[in-house]
């Protein structure tokens, strides 16, 4: 009734009353954005491996290996 008087859309009103609402809660009891813990994933070991053509596999590359990896591969070329 109130909303016809006031020739207003029955939607709206109530979109202003849960708004209002929600501003009246305490600080306390509002649930929004924050901070939250991040716990960084431990680094598990690679498990690449070169398969070669001839059968020959290199197992275990990873970052640290690499140039020794090309070493090898030159060396075979």
Known sequence: ????????RYSTFG?????LRRAAEP???KKGAGFVPVIPATV??????LS???GLE?????ANNLGLVRDL?????
């Open 44 to 49: 598990q070991p690679t498990d690449l491996t």
């Open 73 to 77: 591969l030159g060396m075979l070329a």
């Open 1 to 8: 009734a109130y909303c016809e008087q006031q020739e207003l």
């Open 27 to 29: 600080a306390t009891e």
């Open 58 to 62: 290199i197992r275990g590359i990873e």
């Open 52 to 54: 070669l053509p001839n």
């Open 15 to 19: 979109y202003w009353v849960r708004k």
